[in-house]
C-alpha cells in the first residue's frame, strides 16, 4: 500500500496512482478534505451534492470510492462517521465521475 497526502501541490499523485495499480499496489490518501478546500468548495461538486442531498465532503469521497481510491478517513466524531459510511447509499454516474474528475485535472 502507498498511503501519501492527497492535494494539489502534488498533482494529487497523477504519476503514482497509475503505476500503483500496475504494481498491483493499493493507493490511499490522507488529508483528503483537510488539503483539498478548493475542491469541496468547487461550483460543479456544491451542485452536485445539492442533487444529491449530500455534503461536499461526502460527493468527493463517493468520487474517489468509485474510482478505486482508497481514503484514511480518521474521525472520532459518530456523526461524521455515519456520514462517511452513508456514501455507499448512492452511486454516481460515469458523466459524473467524469465531471469531478475534471476538478482534480484542472488543479496544478
Not at 501541490?9 to 495499480?21: G, M
Not at 468509485?66 to 448512492?90: G, N
Request: charge should be neutral; aromatic fraction near 12%.
Amino acid at each position: 500500500m502507498i498511503q501519501n497526502r492527497f492535494y494539489a501541490k502534488t498533482r494529487y499523485d497523477r504519476d503514482i496512482r497509475p503505476s500503483a495499480e500496475r504494481e498491483v499496489l493499493f493507493y490511499q490518501s490522507f488529508w483528503t478534505l483537510t488539503a483539498n478546500p478548493e475542491v469541496l468548495a468547487a461550483p460543479d461538486l456544491i451542485e452536485l451534492a445539492a442533487k444529491y442531498g449530500r455534503s461536499p465532503a461526502q460527493m468527493f469521497f463517493r468520487y474517489l470510492d468509485a474510482t478505486r481510491h482508497s481514503v484514511s478517513d480518521r474521525h472520532v466524531v459518530k456523526d461524521h462517521m455515519q456520514q462517511d459510511l452513508s456514501i455507499f447509499e448512492f452511486r454516481l454516474s460515469p458523466e459524473e465521475c467524469e465531471s469531478l474528475g475534471a476538478l482534480l485535472l484542472r488543479s496544478p
